[in-house]
Every structure is written in C-alpha cells, then in structure tokens.
C-alpha cells in the first residue's frame, strides 16, 4: 500500500537532549480519501545493543541501571535490567556496541553477529536500534565496567536457559526486556548452538 504524505507543518518543539516536533501532516490513501493527523515525533538518534553470552557457562552479562521513564510510568524502583546499549552517535553500529561492552561491562568482545534492526517504538520515536549478540569468557574482562561519566552501572553476570527463555535473578525485583531474550533464543541455536 502506497502512501502520499503532505507535511503540513513541522514545528521543533525542544532541542534540550533530542529533538522534539510537533508534525501535522495529510495521508492520500490508496483509495483517494485524505486523513489529517497532528502528532509529536521524538528524535533521539539511533542505537545498538548486544547480548553477551558464555556457551559453557550457560550465562549471560547484563547491566543494570536507574531509567527514570520507568520509574514515571510504574517501575517502583525505577530500576531495569537490560543488555548494554548505547546510541550510535556517529559511530557504526558494530563499533557503537564494542565500545559499550566495555564501557558498561568490562568485557572487550571478538566476534560479534547481528540479529535484527527495528523501529523501537514507532508511534512516536524515530530510533532503529541494531541487535547483537557475542560470546564472552572470562580472560575478554579487561576492566570493571559500570558506565562513564553519570552513569551508574551494576554489572549482572546470570544463568540463562535459551529453551524456556527465563532469567534467574537470584531474588532481584526487576523489569527485564524479555523480547531480547526470546529473540535470542530463537536465534542462537543454529550457527552458534546450544549455550
């Protein structure tokens, strides 16, 4: 289906972290039928995030960290656990999440394998983050990790068991990204095998 789109209007609304537009746009259906919508887009640039995993530990490396947009929207603690990540910047995707792993976790990771990209969460925000995953060992832990600068960053080594796609958290009150879990479960057992 082919979409013609008339921007109407396009006002910034704020450029403190990102940018922020209000956009009233018309849509000619494939029907002929014009539709008017007036909507906020948020632009915060694109991003990448990897999954780090031992084959013979049967574990993954996640971080956990403050998000305050899940504290506003319920998330008592406003803690997530959630695979390291960062925006591109200008950087390629693959150097974005290489540069993170060590950052956030410590680890300098090899080889690496792209899963997917996609549109994070489309209604409103133009982010496509790219998704990894790579193996790890312990010798690859070349520092502590927990982030830069503000960042307070707790490095989280746990079971994982890519069959039943389940986290063991040890007693932890979290929220975690189960889609990434599921994703690489679905994923991981035919070029790299069963962790």
């Not at 694109?46 to 780090?52: K, S």
């Not at 974005?96 to 994070?120: D, H, N, P, S």
């Not at 070349?142 to 040890?170: N, Q």
């Amino acid at each position: 289906m082919s979409l013609n789109i008339h921007v109407i209007k396009d006002k910034i609304l704020s450029e403190n972290w990102f940018v922020l537009r209000n956009m009233t746009y018309e849509l000619t259906r494939a029907d002929g039928s014009v539709v008017r919508h007036k909507r906020e887009v948020y632009d915060r640039g694109n991003g990448a995030t990897v999954l780090l995993y031992n084959r013979h530990k049967q574990t993954v490396v996640l971080v956990r960290q403050f998000r305050v947009a899940t504290w506003v929207n319920g998330n008592h603690d406003g803690m997530l656990i959630e695979t390291c990540a960062g925006l591109l910047d200008n950087d390629e995707p693959e150097a974005c999440i290489r540069k993170e792993a060590v950052e956030e976790t410590g680890y300098e990771v090899g080889e690496v394998r792209k899963l997917f990209e996609l549109f994070m969460s489309p209604g409103g925000v133009t982010e496509v983050v790219h998704f990894f995953i790579a193996e790890y060992s312990d010798a690859q832990r070349t520092t502590s990790g927990g982030g830069v600068d503000d960042e307070a960053i707790e490095v989280l080594e746990l079971p994982f068991s890519p069959g039943r796609c389940r986290w063991s958290l040890t007693g932890r009150s979290a929220t975690v990204r189960r889609s990434f879990c599921c994703n690489i479960s679905a994923n991981l057992r035919p070029d790299v095998g069963e962790l």
